[in-house]
């Protein structure tokens, strides 16, 4: 048990390592760099230009500028906004609370809304009911958010003024972005609830239960629901990834603070340090939830707890 | 005795895409309290829909009951709401199924679904259950009960799981009890266990019991009555002593005949009835099996009634007639018939400096290691462990054995589908155990291997033709009018229509699935070929026909067959020489008639004993061997059968037995062989 979460620990650190180094490469052999986008163009010389740039250290050849970069990194210096000069560790935590809000409300309404729609559909499988749902399941995954967020500012701010379209401050404002991505997760879980209940309803082990007299409900809920619940969970910690893309659109189009909004600034700015920043802090909290996941399995599902959970890792 | 169970003219459908498939058809049975009635028929001849609609858990599945009446007890259940049925199931009738390993929720402990039984019946306090759990697991003959309730399914074996669902069954004293196949998924020697416990617990609980078989031999062991169900209709229907003697039906002694007995005559052919049970949408017009009877006539176009004759019923019009003739022959005296047809060719001593054996196996072991566990060693799961055999040409070699015996890995490790930990393996002469690559593949051309799931064993989107054709394009580099023209022939060869290449997998019954699977192990002319349990996924009449294609075959080609099969009467028909293996070691090996009529060593005679012949009323189970096989991870010291053998010593326990001669192609690893 302590061994495997060791394990599992060690390689996180690889993941998080190698994805920082392929942001690294991909946004130095880009073209441009943070000095062009900071000075307006044509506004500096080109000899200002190049001072500016060999005081920041982006004159220096890649592995020069690798081996200064990630040898702070280890030392916990995120290094600053090429952009802004701030550090980048506080300008990133500062930011952190908003979209951990919209993160975690848009994955509670996730899971509530797509477990209960995902059974419900199930349990009435061929009727109406199971269609108009599995159109919802539908529409969840295949409308992108910013085309969703920008339908729900229409209808629930513009036409009917009920909501605010935009800010990041209070809980009015969290409404309609966690809505917005809420509706991709909970696409996402209704399907795969549903086809999963719909596997375990037809398992032998059901009829058993049936013919020791249980109630239909307790069949459904009781047995089948947590059988079926298993490959959900999973589902769940993959959802943290699409959480965290998702935030990247969600709070430009809702012009929310969060460091979604942060990393497309970013991105746009080339601030490789904040860039990279976000990219470890994400890929650290995606593995720390899966490493989750994984752990509540054991809760869910003896079989995994009593032969051992390491094994297939 | 009072009537307990009674449903009359039932007729139930079940509505599937393809449309509304009656599945059972007019069927009457009647069960009083306290007797056995067996159902005994092929696969989709109804049995399980009959005993889910009587438990009615039909309702769930798409079925409903269209006609007739079914009375339990006082109660009709034909149209009882689904709420007034629930407090009967599990209560007043309960059920046990067919594979304990599935009819278990994975997520819940043992002891906690038999809990939940008591308690949904108001029987008892969680507290109070949970005693109960305890008392009941005992009474079942689960060892340990305090420490198995808190188990989950996957950790028990089959057998463990079928005594717990037993108990399970049994926890609110029901009237009646529905055993579907309870049996079928475990070995000869669980079987024997778990049909004595239904038997003692039938007389202590004082119930009645629907046992659902394939198996006619279980039946007979069982039955105080047998009903003959035939495409979703009753056959015939009488005591077991007028079904099993003298049955009335075609089907009935068809089915009878079919069933290849221990003490029956060897090599014979088997006499097997034509074709297979049709599927409930192909379900012919008049009598269902008039398609398959030798004594149809254009009266059969009408549907016969289940007719009273010598007071049992039978559902055939030429019932009364064939009752008089000699055409039907009570099945159970033909016993005593002439001894094998066919000269077994043994290796004797001598012989074997002028023919060599085909197939050699020298102290051949696989061992897989295992995942270390804390701080031990890691340990070797020794599937096969020292085993020597060998083969002639034209011979069969028998491998029987409990699952989990090693005999499956064994014949893979000879073919070279795994590597071998250590041993020798020769193939005419040639050594297999170090060859890779080119040279392994053209030593393949001569083992091939008939598998026990034909239908898995084929690839579901090609048709019969590139299935058999395959080996051919691989090793003869055959194509065109050359390749089509063997598949036709080997197509004949095993008995199936050359226009059938055409098809796919799925058109085909089990039956003709597996001649396919023949067909194709047959392609490239093999001398030998491993059959591992090509039957026992087979119906009982269609078993029949494919071990007499076997050994047409055989005859015809001179092919020697390495046969492995828990079902000890094929291994027996068939076989020159049977190996009897347990937790990967050979402990007998004997002619096939020697080892049954005298087997050496205590747990080939546990096998033998617990297969049972097909005379009502026998009951010798209770000799048979008690436990399980263990886990071949840990096994026992010594002889590895010592914790089970009734012979066991000291010596036994500390001293492993060597493998010694004791007769003309004789041997044992016994200490104190019978």
């Known amino acids: 048990m302590l061994k495997f979460i060791v394990f599992r620990l060690a390689a996180s650190l690889f993941v998080i390592c190698g994805s920082s180094v392929l942001v690294f490469c991909i946004l130095y052999w880009l073209p441009g760099d943070a000095v062009l986008s900071r000075l307006a163009l044509g506004t500096a010389s080109p000899e200002r230009i190049a001072e500016i740039r060999h005081g920041l250290g982006l004159d220096a050849p890649f592995y020069q500028q690798f081996g200064v970069y990630f040898g702070r990194m280890f030392r916990g210096d995120f290094g600053e906004s090429l952009v802004s000069a701030e550090p980048v560790l506080p300008k990133i935590m500062e930011h952190v609370p908003a979209t951990l809000a919209l993160a975690l409300t848009s994955t509670a309404i996730s899971a509530g809304l797509g477990v209960l729609l995902g059974v419900w559909s199930a349990f009435h499988r061929g009727g109406a009911v199971d269609a108009a749902v599995r159109i919802v399941g539908l529409f969840g995954v295949s409308m992108p958010a910013f085309w969703s967020g920008i339908m729900l500012i229409l209808l629930f701010s513009v036409r009917l003024g009920w909501l605010p379209p935009m800010g990041s401050d209070g809980v009015r404002t969290l409404i309609l972005p966690s809505l917005t991505l809420g509706i991709v997760g909970t696409g996402l879980i209704l399907r795969m609830v549903r086809s999963s209940v719909l596997d375990t309803i037809r398992e032998p082990f059901i009829v058993t239960l049936r013919a020791k007299g249980l109630s239909e409900r307790a069949v459904m809920y009781r047995h089948a629901l947590r059988n079926a619940l298993i490959p959900a969970v999973t589902m769940l910690g993959m959802l943290v990834g699409e959480m965290m893309a998702g935030a990247v659109v969600v709070e430009t189009v809702f012009a929310r603070q969060g460091i979604g909004r942060v990393l497309a600034d970013a991105i746009a700015g080339k601030d490789l340090p904040v860039v990279q920043g976000v990219v470890v802090f994400s890929a650290g909290l995606y593995v720390l939830v899966n490493l989750l996941v994984d752990l509540s399995y054991m809760l869910i599902d003896p079989r995994i707890r009593r032969t051992g959970i390491g094994r297939g890792t | ?674």
């Open chain 2, 1 to 674: 005795m009072e009537l307990l169970l009674e449903a009359s003219h039932l007729t139930v459908e079940l509505s599937t895409p393809i449309g509304e498939l009656r599945v059972i058809d007019d069927v009457s049975i009647a069960i009083r309290s306290g007797e056995t009635v067996c159902l005994v028929g092929e696969s989709g001849s109804g049995k399980t829909v009959l005993s889910k609609t009587v438990m009615r858990v039909i309702d769930q599945e798409n079925g409903r009951i269209v006609g007739g009446s079914l009375k339990f007890e006082d109660t009709v259940l034909t149209r009882l709401p689904a709420d007034e049925v629930r407090p009967l199931r599990g209560s007043r009738m309960a059920m046990v199924f067919q594979e304990p390993m599935s009819a278990f929720d994975p997520a819940f402990t043992i002891g906690s679904q038999i809990a939940e039984a008591i308690v949904s019946h108001r029987q008892g306090s969680r507290r109070q259950a949970r005693a109960k759990v305890v008392e009941l697991l005992r009474k079942v003959g689960v060892p340990e009960p305090e420490v198995r309730m808190k188990q989950y399914p996957g950790e028990l074996s089959g057998g463990l799981l079928q005594r717990a669902m037993i108990a399970m069954a049994l926890s609110c004293d029901p009237k009646l009890l529905i055993a579907d196949e309870p049996t079928t998924a475990l070995d000869a020697t669980v079987q024997a266990q778990i049909l004595a416990l239904l038997k003692d617990l039938q007389a202590e609980f004082r119930m009645a019991l629907l046992l659902i078989t394939h198996d006619l031999g279980v039946a007979a062991a069982m039955a105080d009555r047998i009903v003959v169900m035939y495409a979703g209709r009753v056959a015939e229907s009488g005591t077991a002593e007028q079904i099993l003697t003298r049955p009335y039906h075609p089907y009935t002694r068809g089915l009878l005949n079919a069933v290849v007995r221990l003490d029956g005559p060897r090599r014979t052919k088997l006499p097997s009835m034509d074709g297979s049970i049709q599927g409930p949408a192909e379900y012919p017009s008049g009598c269902g099996f008039r398609p398959r009877c030798p004594f149809a006539t254009s009266e059969c176009a009408e549907r016969p009634p289940l007719a009273e004759i010598d007071g049992r019923q039978a559902a055939c019009w030429h019932a009364a007639k064939l009752a008089q003739s000699s055409e039907i022959q009570a099945p159970l005296s033909i016993g005593a018939t002439p001894p094998p047809n066919r000269s077994v060719r043994l290796p004797m001593k001598g012989d074997g400096q002028a023919r060599a054996p085909l197939l050699e196996v020298v102290d051949l072991r696989r061992h897989y290691p295992m995942k270390r566990t804390g701080f031990a060693p890691p340990k070797r799961l020794k599937a096969v462990d020292g085993v020597s055999l060998s083969l002639s040409a034209g011979e069969t070699l028998g491998l029987v054995g409990e699952s989990g015996s090693g005999k499956s890995t064994l014949g893979r490790v000879i073919l070279q589908l795994e590597q071998a930990t250590s041993g020798k393996v020769a193939f005419q002469g040639r050594e297999l155990t170090g060859l890779r690559g080119r040279r392994l593949r053209e030593v393949r051309r001569s083992m091939q291997m008939i598998f026990q799931d034909p239908y898995g064993s084929m690839d579901p989107r090609w048709t019969v033709g590139q299935i058999i054709g395959e080996p051919l394009s691989i090793h003869e580099n055959w194509s065109g009018k050359e390749k089509t023209d063997k598949v036709k022939e080997l197509l004949l060869s095993v008995g199936l229509d050359p226009s059938w290449r055409e098809r796919r997998p799925h058109e085909l019954s089990g039956g003709q699935k597996q001649r396919v699977g023949i067909a194709r192990a047959l392609a490239l002319d093999p001398a030998f070929i491993l059959a591992d349990e090509p039957i026992s996924a087979l119906d009982v009449s269609v078993q029949s026909q494919i071990l007499n294609l076997l050994q047409e075959l055989q005859d015809r080609r001179g092919l020697s067959y390495l046969l492995i099969a828990h079902g000890l009467n094929a291994v027996r028909h068939l076989s020159d020489r049977v190996g009897v293996m347990y937790l990967g070691k050979l402990v007998e090996i004997a002619p096939s008639e020697e080892l049954f009529r005298h087997p050496a060593h205590p747990y080939t005679r546990a096998l033998i004993d617990s297969v049972p012949p097909l005379v009502p009323g026998w009951t010798p189970w209770k000799q048979a061997v008690g436990g399980e096989i263990p886990s071949p991870l840990d096994p026992p010291s010594g002889c590895r059968f010592h914790p089970r053998c009734p012979f066991a010593t000291s010596r036994c326990k500390e001293e492993e037995p060597a493998w010694r001669e004791i007769g003309p192609a004789r041997a044992v690893a016994c200490h104190y062989p019978v």
